[in-house]
């Protein structure tokens, strides 16, 4: 019959789709139905990366307890997700009197000393993606409205300077993020923060590699990635 003709069953399943998208992005917006798809999206990317990461993290922490004799973990107190403080957890790769050990260089400027934090996500404590966490006495971890979102491993601040940037120039990064994620529906979200980690390696490889320019917010002046912000920084005057 017409009915049944495959362009109508093309156009059936077609408008299926859009009418349980439109679903999927309606619920979306409740707060609840966000932080379940955000989980669902860690937990399944945590499961992805784990059969690469989990031997990398295994090969670095025995090389710096062969190196230096101690345990090659450390956790240290972070502000997180409405103010809690929680333990965030990194490769040890600085010695008792603060200096970097040369069995650890290459893990601390390619950023694998942060992997074991893929721990802290597994726990609900951060996401992959959000605002870096930071300590307990530094005002950047009290701003109202970064207390609003989970603390991540990377995000627009860690792709957009890394350690080149103060403490102003990551809050205007993390404002525009949770703007961005306000805003965003379902598709987008995921689409946005899988984007995020991606570029995160491809982030890190060009700041150790290129003097890559960008322009610091809200000033106008260029930095370079790799080198230090030596500039006296203000508190965050993002609120």
């Known amino acids: 019959m017409y009915i049944f003709s495959p362009m109508n069953i093309r156009t059936l399943h077609k408008n299926i789709a859009k009418t349980a998208f439109s679903l999927a992005n309606a619920v979306w917006y409740s707060q609840k139905s966000k932080y379940i798809c955000r989980r669902a999206f860690d937990l399944a990317t945590v499961a992805i990366v784990s059969p690469i990461a989990v031997p990398i993290i295994a090969v670095t922490a025995l090389s710096i307890k062969l190196c230096n004799g101690q345990s090659p973990f450390f956790s240290q107190?972070?502000?997180?997700?409405?103010?809690?403080?929680?333990?965030?957890?990194?490769?040890?790769?600085?010695?008792?009197?603060?200096?970097?050990?040369?069995c650890a260089q290459i893990a601390r400027r390619s950023k694998l000393d942060e992997l074991p934090q893929l721990w802290n996500v597994v726990k609900g404590e951060m996401s992959l993606v959000g605002p870096r966490p930071h300590l307990p006495d530094e005002p950047i971890s009290h701003l109202p409205w970064r207390l609003?979102?989970?603390?991540?491993?990377?995000?627009?601040?860690?792709?957009?300077?890394?350690?080149?940037?103060?403490?102003?120039?990551?809050?205007?990064?993390?404002?525009?993020?949770?703007?961005q994620c306000d805003k965003a529906g379902l598709g987008r979200f995921i689409t946005m923060n899988a984007g995020l980690v991606i570029a995160t390696p491809l982030a890190i490889v060009k700041q150790r590699k290129n003097a890559v320019s960008y322009q610091d917010a809200g000033h106008g002046t260029e930095l370079q990635f790799g080198q230090k912000n030596n500039r006296r920084q203000p508190k965050p005057s993002v609120v």
């Open 77 to 102: 107190s972070r502000i997180g997700y409405n103010g809690q403080s929680f333990q965030i957890h990194k490769l040890k790769t600085y010695d008792d009197a603060g200096n970097l050990l040369k």
């Open 148 to 179: 609003q979102m989970m603390p991540g491993i990377t995000g627009l601040g860690k792709i957009g300077g890394g350690n080149a940037i103060g403490h102003t120039e990551e809050a205007v990064f993390d404002r525009r993020y949770k703007k």
